[in-house]
């Protein structure tokens, strides 16, 4: 899997709800960095999106990524469930070992 394949399989099974496979994508010490918050942990990340997070059936819509060996960013829009654009986003996706290790979101 290349590094553009991991972050496009990781928004898919995010919006699919399939949390096993997204499991399988982040390092155990996955960190995502957020404009409100920080979730540290790949087990705290996995909790809040399938228990916590405000809307869990959201669509993300790839606008254009751009990589490296390491890194990924992509441009999106964020959908409610009711196809509703919530809101754009650029998320630094870094890789270790075809898994993510970090996501840095950037929202607008």
Same mark, same amino acid.
């Given at each position: 899997?290349?590094? #553009?394949?991991?972050?496009?399989?990781?928004? !898919?099974?995010?919006?699919?709800?399939?949390?096993?496979?997204?499991?399988?994508?982040? *390092?155990?010490?996955?960190?995502?960095?957020?404009?409100?918050? *920080?979730?540290?942990?790949?087990?705290?990340?996995? #909790?809040?999106?399938?228990?916590? !997070?405000?809307?869990?059936?959201? *669509?993300?819509?790839?606008?254009?990524?751009?990589?490296?060996?390491?890194?990924?960013?992509?441009?999106? *829009?964020?959908?409610?469930?009711?196809?509703?654009?919530?809101?754009?986003?650029?998320?630094?996706?870094?890789?270790?070992?075809?898994?993510?290790?970090?996501? !840095?979101?950037?929202?607008?």
């Amino acid at each position: 899997m290349t590094v #553009n394949d991991v972050v496009e399989e990781y928004y !898919r099974v995010l919006d699919e709800g399939e949390y096993d496979r997204l499991q399988e994508l982040l *390092t155990e010490d996955f960190v995502h960095q957020r404009p409100d918050m *920080t979730i540290d942990g790949r087990d705290e990340f996995l #909790n809040f999106m399938a228990e916590d !997070r405000p809307e869990k059936t959201t *669509t993300h819509e790839v606008n254009d990524l751009h990589s490296t060996d390491e890194t990924v960013v992509v441009e999106g *829009t964020l959908y409610k469930s009711s196809g509703e654009k919530w809101f754009s986003f650029a998320d630094v996706h870094k890789i270790v070992d075809s898994q993510i290790n970090t996501i !840095r979101t950037y929202t607008g």
